[in-house]
């Protein structure tokens, strides 16, 4: 798995549990749905995702969508 697959599964992974959340506890939680999305559309902006840099620390193969 390289920084990028593992960027889009754990943002996935987040949205699907906030609104797991949203349906069982307060709908308040769709707002980490929206930063989520909002962060994945910067990334696709800028390039800059600090995710992926700490993937990259950890040791995962890099990618080609972020710097």
């Known amino acids: 798995m390289n920084v990028d697959r593992a960027v ?21 939680w769709l707002l980490l749905t929206a930063f989520v999305g909002l ?4 990334a696709s902006f800028t390039g800059f995702c600090p995710l992926a840099m700490i993937l ?9 969508a972020f710097r």
Request: charged share 5%.
């Open 8 to 28: 889009m599964a754990f943002a996935g992974a987040v949205v699907l549990l906030s609104v797991l959340l949203a349906q069982l506890v307060s709908p308040w």
């Open 39 to 42: 962060n994945l559309l910067q």
């Open 56 to 64: 990259r620390k950890f040791g995962l193969a890099p990618g080609c």
